[in-house]
């Protein structure tokens, strides 16, 4: 983490804030991935991230937080994001998808994260992609710390049921 | 379970980001906004505070020299209330309430009693008042470091939103410890809990430390206060991978203060209202500088069936070596079992003009606001169930439309 250049964003610095976004990019990218289907929302809560953090960023408490503070507000922008997309296609039902073994190894990796529920999913690109702590983690998504083991627990079940049940050729 | 690390290991690849996402990225970073009316603002206050504190200083220092009889009339201990309770996150007012342990001898910066101060390290912390509103314990003090260096603290906003309120900041000191009372059975860690406040010198820092009990005890007790570790961010030191860990220092500092509970002006309401599916809200408790939402949250717990002992020690073996190597006690599979997985569920509140609370956190079922010095005669408050519902909103119409549940509570 560049504090240097958190110091810089704080006090409005462009070039500073740019490059503090850009080394955190493909960060945002994982994890609005792991909400959100398709790249063409990714990319727009990633820009409304941008421009929210432009504006906010002298509220930040404590420097060392800008990581946790900037991926909490790019979920809440992917939450906003994916409700509106709900209402547009309440009724619509996702098609099913099948993979076999054979297809396995073209699936994206973030692709197959998608068996998870969204609040799996982004615990463990939180957790084991971008290394945030447990404690961090509970910060960014208004949880307890028990709760946010507990799902990690729980997302390690579901991909073994998974991987199982593919096996089998089974839906997911 | 080869399969879940090779799942990982694939996640943690780099990933190659589509161009179209990046380019619209890239273009919104090169049309970034003017921001200059907030711009100018913050100046202002910058100028603001460091006129104030250079003023401070120059008469302090300056002025005082000369005339060491009146720099006793500038009294600091017994009436740091005074000085911070307009800045500080849980801001109110506090000069009437809190109970002064003690002042400051006449012709000297010295408490009149050093039963609430104690030194180590070079740093001397000295309690100055308490107040407990029956859910936390607000407790000042002044903290004096020999080696100084304490202007270069950096500040935070403690105002609700930027822009929108006359704006605040605050200066912080972090704190390792735990705390206990004496006769009840309630104690905790003070991972939560830093100092608020402001710097007067380069040596001398006065601030508050808010302390939640997480109950509603009615009586008076004594606080036992253990600081293990204070630290700080330097404005000026700012590139390193952990900016305060070049401010820390390790020491012991205890003290143990008695506290008597405001029940005068604090209420307790009991609400008991709930969706079908669980989700609700118990009670609320109101006092002058806080709102506390008591939730009811769906939760489950995992039994012995759907998860073996094996299949914890599977998911937990490495975990639990770091947490041991860390010097922590680990989670049992005992433990684990009895543990409470509870529903994702946030909450917000407005009071009788709509103006939304500063939320400050959730934790444990219980939502904390910062009330602000604002008139609370009613509360319209709202429960949403997924991420964004209701929080981080200001217009109580969109929260509505979002919330799973809308509670009306009288206060007064």
């Known amino acids: 983490m560049n504090v240097l250049l958190i110091q810089k964003a704080k006090r409005h610095d462009r070039e500073a804030f740019t490059e503090l976004m850009r080394s955190n990019g493909e960060s945002m990218y994982k994890v609005a991935k792991a909400i959100l289907k398709n790249d063409e929302d990714v990319a727009d809560a990633m820009q409304e991230t941008a421009l929210t953090c432009w504006e906010k960023i002298e509220t930040l408490k404590r420097d060392d937080y800008f990581k946790t503070w900037l991926i909490r507000i790019l979920i809440n922008k992917c939450n906003a994001i994916y409700r509106q997309k709900k209402k547009l296609i309440s009724n619509e039902n996702l098609p099913e998808t099948v993979v076999t073994e054979d297809e396995y190894t073209n699936v994206e990796w973030l692709e197959l994260l998608k068996c998870l529920e969204e609040k799996y999913r982004t615990i463990i690109i939180l957790y084991y992609v971008e290394g945030f702590k447990v404690k961090e983690i509970a910060q960014i998504l ?7 083991k507990g799902r990690m627990v729980t997302a390690r079940k579901k991909m073994e049921s998974f991987y199982r049940s593919r096996k089998e050729g089974k839906l997911i | 379970m080869k399969r879940y690390e090779e799942f990982i290991e694939g996640l943690q690849q780099d990933t190659e980001i589509p161009v179209e996402v990046w380019s619209k990225f890239e273009k919104t970073l090169s049309e970034l906004p003017e921001i200059s009316t907030q711009k100018n603002k913050v100046t202002k206050r910058w100028i603001k505070v460091a006129a104030s504190v250079a003023a401070v200083l120059a008469f302090g220092v300056g002025f005082c020299y000369a005339n060491p009889t009146l720099a006793a009339k500038i009294p600091i201990i017994g009436r740091i209330f005074e000085r911070i309770e307009d800045d500080v996150t849980f801001s109110g007012n506090y000069k009437e309430k809190g109970n002064i342990l003690t002042a400051e001898q006449e012709n000297a910066s010295e408490p009149v009693d050093t039963t609430y101060t104690v030194k180590d390290q070079g740093v001397e912390i000295t309690a100055s008042e308490i107040y407990c509103d029956g859910y936390s314990i607000f407790l000042t003090a002044k903290i004096q470091v020999e080696a100084g260096g304490l202007s270069n603290i950096s500040a935070h906003y403690t105002s609700r939103f930027i822009g929108e309120d006359e704006e605040t900041t605050a200066q912080g000191i972090y704190t390792d410890g735990n705390w206990s009372l004496k006769n009840g059975n309630l104690s905790g860690n003070l991972i939560n809990s830093d100092f608020e406040g402001s710097v007067l010198d380069d040596n001398t820092y006065v601030g508050m430390i808010k302390i939640n009990l997480d109950e509603l005890p009615t009586n008076g007790d004594v606080l036992n206060l253990q600081l293990s570790q204070i630290g700080y961010d330097d404005l000026n030191e700012a590139d390193s991978e952990d900016i305060s860990a070049s401010h820390r220092i390790e020491g012991n500092w205890s003290l143990s203060i008695p506290y008597s509970v405001d029940t005068e002006n604090t209420r307790e309401i009991v609400v008991n209202e709930k969706t ?19 939730m009811d949250i769906p939760y489950t717990t995992l039994n012995e069936d759907e998860f073996t002992k094996e299949d914890f020690e599977a998911a937990w073996a490495e975990k639990t070596k770091g947490i041991e190597d860390a010097g922590e006690s680990p989670v049992t599979y005992e433990d684990y079992l009895k543990e409470k997985q509870y529903e994702y569920c946030e909450v917000s509140a407005f009071n009788q003009d709509g103006e939304v609370l500063l939320m400050e956190e959730i934790e444990n079922g219980q939502g904390v606001f910062a009330a602000k010095g604002m008139d609370i005669s009613q509360l319209q ?25 809308e509670v009306d509570v009288e206060v007064k």
């Open chain 2, 381 to 405: 408050i709202f429960l949403g169930k997924e991420v964004g519902d209701v929080v981080a909103e200001s217009d109580i119409n969109v929260v509505r439309e979002n919330a799973i549940l």
């Open chain 2, 276 to 294: 079908e599916d669980g989700f609700g809200i118990s009670k609320v408790f109101v006092s002058p500088y806080q709102l506390v939402v008591y």
């Open chain 1, 142 to 148: 208004e949880v307890s710390e028990s709760a946010v």
